[in-house]
């Protein structure tokens, strides 16, 4: 099947995607298992303890990440009897997302028509480096910053390089604004990353500034207003 031309590994082929995030997938099993349900760190023990109502909130780790986690830990905890499988499910749904994004990557490069063999090269280091694995089932809040960061850095590409092409598809508009706002969301030095960024396309793009701000401006009020 992969060797139909729509499945095809590797090539700028939507469909390949779930192939190639399907393979990703499959080698962070192991390590799920191994450190079921999943290596938690400081930042997850810290938002435990703020939903739990031990410490008072703060954002010093980002409120997001712990609504969502300790919220699925309640819901193991409350619903499954065991805190544990809400762990498990965090972990699961982060070795999904990054399966995805990392597939993405993969097809991507096609579309950029980078040669075959370094897309090749790149997943064959994704796939056997045990760091990637290990950090796909890292309970943390920098996972899902980092995977948003590689989703932004396409987007940022893909307006660098189409410049006016890019804003005729709304879709990809308003996806990459809300890609914008999760970075910093995640993340407190996110917003910064997003200042940055936003300087850097203003020099590299002149002839669509406005459109550029525009679609930087409207995710930092909305971060401010949450804030």
Not at 18 to 45: E, K, N, R
Not at 127 to 148: C, D, G, H, Q
Request: overall charge positive; some cysteine.
């Amino acid at each position: 099947l992969i060797n139909n031309k729509e499945y095809k590994l590797f090539t700028a082929n939507k469909k390949s995607i779930l192939f190639v995030a399907g393979i990703f997938f499959i080698s962070y099993i192991p390590y799920f298992l191994y450190y079921y349900p999943g290596t938690i760190q400081y930042d997850a023990i810290s938002s435990l303890e703020q939903i739990n109502g031990y410490t008072q909130y703060s954002n010093h780790h980002p409120i997001l990440f712990t609504l969502f986690f300790g919220g699925l830990w309640n819901f193991g905890k409350n619903i499954l009897g065991n805190g544990n499988y809400g762990l498990a499910i965090y972990t699961i749904i982060q070795m999904i997302a990054t399966s995805v994004v990392l597939s993405i990557l993969i097809y991507y490069m096609a579309k950029r028509n980078i040669p075959t063999k370094w897309r090749i090269i790149t997943f064959l280091i994704l796939l056997l480096n045990p760091l990637t694995a290990m950090y796909a089932v890292r309970i943390e809040k920098s996972m899902f910053f980092t995977l948003t960061i590689i989703l932004v850095v396409i987007g940022v590409a893909e307006i660098i390089t189409k410049k006016e092409e890019f804003f005729k598809e709304k879709s990809k508009v308003i996806i990459f604004s809300i890609l914008l706002l999760l970075l910093a969301l995640l993340r407190n030095n996110g917003i910064y990353v997003i200042m940055l960024t936003l300087i850097c396309m203003l020099v590299a793009c002149k002839k669509i500034r406005t459109k550029i701000l525009i679609v930087f401006i409207i995710p930092i009020i909305i971060f401010y207003i949450i804030q």
